[in-house]
């Protein structure tokens, strides 16, 4: 991996009208990066990609993408990227081949090398039996598969992708993810975001954004060692009563359901016992606990000052 940065931000900022979408955001992205802006809706993930791709213009701050600034230089830009946002223009009533040829001219992709990139990406996203499809009848998985063969026609340096898998099933999730690992194993620098948690973990560096400002920036790892805490999972029918007599506990930070599990987050590991102790006085069944080490997941709401979440919030 080089270490020159192809994506820097120096104090970037965008308000509309009264509203401030960013505040001071800096970081850099270097060539051949997978790096995830990882925030829930509102964040302004969509803002910090748009300012980018050259879309629009900031209000205040700089920031270059493959070397070139992003209001000085915008079209020199546009022709090093890709930029597949969450609503991408495929034309429904064309087929899976149309839609990439209508791309290939859009982009002025040269008639004599399209036959083998068209071919390669078809192959790439698993598409191929799909050519004559209208693109209206592809599942969404599928749309997305289809939406990034378009976007990578013309052979872009640095790929932008704002949640691309945003309502999509977890298995067409997996598969997407399958075909970004591809894409970074030939050197293409990627820029994703996602309000999936969980795909955090997938990235060679990481943006925790919330309310317009970036929390943290590094990698995976780096994140989950700085905000090491002590944290139990436990396994409980009573999921829900245990988060009512736990979530405003003066030893508890955090607590995340997921189903029948609770994440809950300790400001000491000699805490335990006596939380346990305290479950069983309350009547709650417990079946397993174990001490774990916290998700990027469980860090992120334990930043955000939110004592409780579940995976509904997440989706």
């Not at 992003?70 to 546009?78: A, L, S």
């Not at 479950?279 to 774990?292: A, M, Q, Y």
Request: glycine share 8%; aromatic share 6%.
């Amino acid at each position: 991996m080089n270490d020159a940065p192809v994506i820097r931000c120096k104090s970037l900022a965008k308000e509309f009208a009264s509203v401030k979408a960013l505040d001071d955001i800096t970081l850099e992205v270097r060539k051949g990066e997978l790096f995830g802006l990882v925030g829930p809706d509102g964040a302004g993930k969509s803002t910090l990609m748009r300012l980018l791709t050259a879309v629009m213009e900031p209000t205040s701050g700089d920031a270059w993408v493959a070397s070139h600034h992003i209001v000085k230089e915008p079209e020199q830009i546009k022709e090093k990227i890709a930029y597949m946002p969450q609503r991408f223009g495929l034309y429904e009533d064309l087929t899976v081949m149309e839609n990439i040829v209508f791309y290939a001219d859009i982009f002025s992709v040269p008639r004599n090398e399209r036959p083998s990139r068209i071919e390669r990406l078809l192959g790439f996203s698993n598409l191929t039996p799909f050519t004559d499809r209208l693109a209206g009848q592809l599942s969404g998985g599928m749309k997305q598969k289809l939406g990034l063969a378009c976007a990578l026609i013309h052979t872009p340096e640095i790929v932008f992708l704002d949640e691309p898998t945003n309502g999509v099933d977890p298995v067409s999730r997996r598969d997407f993810w399958k075909i970004l690992y591809e894409l970074l194993r030939e050197g293409v620098t990627i820029f994703v975001s996602t309000s999936y948690l969980d795909e955090a973990e997938r990235c060679t560096g990481i943006g925790l954004i919330y309310e317009g400002r970036l929390l943290e920036k590094d990698t995976p790892g780096a994140i989950k060692a700085r905000h090491a805490m002590p944290m139990i999972e436990v396994w409980s029918e009573d999921a829900r009563a245990i988060t009512q007599i736990l979530k405003d506990h003066e030893r508890v930070t955090g607590i995340g359901i997921y189903g029948d599990r609770l994440h809950i987050g300790l400001r000491d590991h000699g805490d335990i016992p006596a939380l346990m102790a305290l479950l069983s006085e309350k009547n709650c069944n417990v079946e397993e606990h174990r001490e774990i080490a916290p998700s990027i997941e469980d860090i992120f709401f334990s930043m955000i000052g939110t004592k409780t979440h579940s995976e509904k919030e997440n989706e």
